[in-house]
Structure formats: structure tokens, C-alpha cells
């Protein structure tokens, strides 16, 4: 088989000091392929360039490794599997151009070689309206959220009288934003609905920030209810790989360090039964525990996500994330954690998980999947 991964996210990286051994022999070609610049002279290996290494050390398959460059029809013909790391929300976002999305799927549809992940899957989690209505009507726990059409010349007059009627019904003075397709903190802010109605200039200027962002499938300016809770208590990712469980991760984002230029501000925290003592005390900040009734409690949640997203013939995704995070309103002395989001390429955050080796995790599951399709 002949295999290739596309990769040159130059993010969600890991430093060379925490490499684990496999990785430390890595060419310097392939490193320079997809490296995060850190400032200051220091780079970072972004998990997509040190997955395909492991790839090529490991699987007895012939594994190429291709960039944006080699995003053509013709180059994509010559394997039997391509791997996308790099896939075409990326590539739009990274060229600034909605055309380079156009492409891209074109080719997916067009090629002879089997795409992973599938476009079904891609576009589903791409239309978080749509997936979280999908979630919602399967009752799974989700985010209530109305969502206006990202257009030229949006009317901001109506937007706000409608968002002063939902936050009404939803009994709430703050709500976020955030642009669908979106992805890392790009357009997220937490708003005071009584400034807006006293000022609407700020939430003006941002409408007409978000119409000139890059368009793809269907654009729209999502509004939920702001949950304060999400930023006190750790939102859990979970990780499945091929449809199982693998492992998960606590995150805190400060809000203030979303969509800016330079990195999140973000507090880790990890599962009882996954916790390692050693090596998190040789982090610069030692995580704290995420109780374990709970993580058991949301992989039950998982399970039926894993269960209602998309398939195609390659059945179950590589790899998935699911997100949770807190904590929605009910009757309940404890409220419930929600499915905040999914992901179909996420960040792994190898720096902060190196008690599990996620690069080989997910070089593991590739090569799984790989030969489920031989």
C-alpha cells in the first residue's frame, strides 16, 4: 500500500526536550516540513509532522509525506490512502482563501485514493449548528444556540433585537459568540448585553471583523447563552481512537487569550486514573485531578456520539475529540456537563501529554485503520 500524509499545520506542538525516544532521530528536513515558531529562536515540532515520522518508522506500508504543495489531483492519484492532518479548512484558513477549500474537496471527491478523515464526517463537525441540533435531538446534553447567516451588509439592528429576545427566554444578561466553521478561539467573545444596548458600536465593528473572515459551507455567526461555569471548572476532551476511549485532558482557557495573535493562557488538568504523578511534576505547572465518576460519566456520553456521527465505508474515525464542558441549567442539585464540541484533526496537546505518548497513540490508530482498509 502506498500511503501519504498531508501535513504543515505548524501548530500543537511539542518542544524537542520532552521528544519521547522514537522521535529524537527525526530528520531535520521533516521537522522544518511543520515547525511552530515559539519566538526567540525556539521551535516546536507540531504533532502532525512527528505522527507522520512515526508513520514512516513503523508502518510497513510505503508512507510519503506530502504539503500544501502537493495538494493536486494528479499527485493525489499515485496512493491508495492519504491521510489528512492538514486538511481543507486548514489549508482555507492558512491561504486566507475560500477557493483553496473548493479545491481541496474537489480533489478529495475527485481522487482515486481513499481520504481520511471523510468529507462526511469533515462537514458534519464543520456545521456545529448542525451537529449540536443532530446531538440534541438524540438527547444528548448540548448548549441551546441560535445562529444568524454571515453575509454582507448584516442588519445589526435586528441581530441585537433578537439576541435581547433569546437572552429574555434564556434569562441571562451575557451570551459568546463564535463563527462557524470555527476553530482555534477565531472570533470567540463573551459580551454584557446591557452594554450593547447602551453602545451597539463594539459589537458592530466585530460583525463586520467576522463577514470578512474566510467563508466556507454554510457561515454562521453562532449565539449561546454565556455559561459562567465553563470558565471556573475544567473543560474535559476526550480522545477515541478508532471508536474507543483513549484518554482525555482538562483544559481552563483564559477568555482573554482566545483568538489573539499570541498563545492561550490554559490550565491542564488530567483523569484520576490516568494521572502521573512523576512526570507532571517535572511540568513548569503541576495539573490538578479530574475526578473520575466524571470521566466515566462523559465516555458513556462519547459512546453515543461515537454512535450517531457520520460513517462512510471506513466506518469508525481514527481519531475523534469530544469535548465537554460546564455546566448546563436543570433541576438537578448537580448540573450537568454538555457537549461543547467536536473535532475530527484536533490538537493533542503533546506538550502537555507526554505521561501518554500521544503522537504514537495516533500513529498507532492510523496504522489500525490503514490495515482495516488492506
Known amino acids: 500500500m502506498n500511503i501519504a500524509i498531508v501535513i504543515g499545520i505548524k501548530t500543537d506542538s511539542i518542544s524537542p526536550d520532552r521528544f519521547p525516544e522514537w522521535l529524537q532521530d527525526i530528520p531535520q528536513s521533516l521537522y522544518n516540513k511543520s515547525k511552530e515558531n515559539w519566538g526567540n529562536g525556539d521551535y516546536g515540532l507540531a504533532s502532525d509532522a512527528g505522527i507522520a515520522y512515526y508513520l514512516q518508522k513503523f508502518s510497513k506500508h510505503n508512507i510519503s509525506i506530502l504539503t500544501k504543495k502537493d495538494i493536486q489531483l494528479k499527485e493525489f492519484n499515485k496512493y491508495d490512502v492519504i491521510i489528512g492532518l492538514y486538511d481543507p479548512y486548514y489549508y482555507a484558513n492558512d491561504t486566507n482563501n475560500p477557493n483553496s477549500y473548493k479545491k481541496y474537496n474537489q480533489i478529495i471527491q475527485q481522487t482515486s485514493a481513499i481520504f481520511l478523515q471523510p468529507l462526511s464526517l469533515q462537514k458534519f463537525v464543520l456545521n456545529k449548528k448542525l451537529y449540536t441540533d443532530t446531538l440534541q435531538q438524540h438527547k444528548i446534553p448540548v448548549v441551546e ?3 444568524f447567516s454571515i453575509r454582507n451588509n448584516m442588519n445589526v439592528d435586528t441581530m441585537i433585537q433578537k439576541i ?3 437572552c429574555l427566554l434564556w434569562e441571562c444578561q451575557s451570551f459568546i459568540t463564535k463563527p ?30 467576522i463577514q470578512s473572515q474566510v467563508r466556507i459551507e454554510k457561515p454562521l455567526l453562532l449565539i449561546q447563552k454565556f455559561v459562567p461555569e465553563f470558565e471556573r471548572f475544567y473543560e474535559v476532551r476526550t480522545y477515541w481512537l478508532n471508536g474507543k476511549y483513549s484518554h482525555s485532558i482538562g483544559t481552563i482557557i483564559d477568555p482573554n487569550s482566545l483568538g489573539t495573535s499570541g498563545f492561550e493562557e490554559v490550565k491542564f488538568a488530567y483523569p484520576e486514573n490516568e494521572y502521573d504523578e512523576d512526570i507532571f511534576n517535572t511540568y513548569d505547572d503541576v495539573p490538578e485531578i479530574i475526578e473520575q465518576k466524571l470521566v466515566n460519566r462523559l465516555k458513556k456520553i462519547g459512546k453515543q456520539v461515537c454512535q450517531i456521527i457520520p460513517k462512510d465505508k471506513t466506518k469508525e474515525p481514527f481519531l475523534l475529540r469530544i469535548d465537554f464542558g460546564c455546566c448546563l441549567d436543570n433541576q438537578k442539585i448537580c448540573r450537568d456537563y454538555f457537549v461543547n464540541e467536536i473535532e475530527y484533526v484536533p490538537n493533542l496537546f503533546p506538550e502537555y501529554s507526554t505521561h501518554k505518548d500521544v503522537l504514537k497513540l495516533v500513529g498507532n490508530s492510523i496504522i489500525k485503520k490503514i490495515n482495516d482498509i488492506v
Open 180 to 209: 462557524q466553521p470555527g476553530g482555534f478561539g477565531i472570533g470567540f467573545k463573551k459580551w454584557d448585553l446591557q452594554k450593547i444596548n447602551k453602545n451597539k458600536q463594539s459589537f458592530s465593528s466585530y460583525v463586520k471583523s
Open 164 to 166: 435581547n429576545k433569546q
Open 145 to 147: 444556540t441560535i445562529s
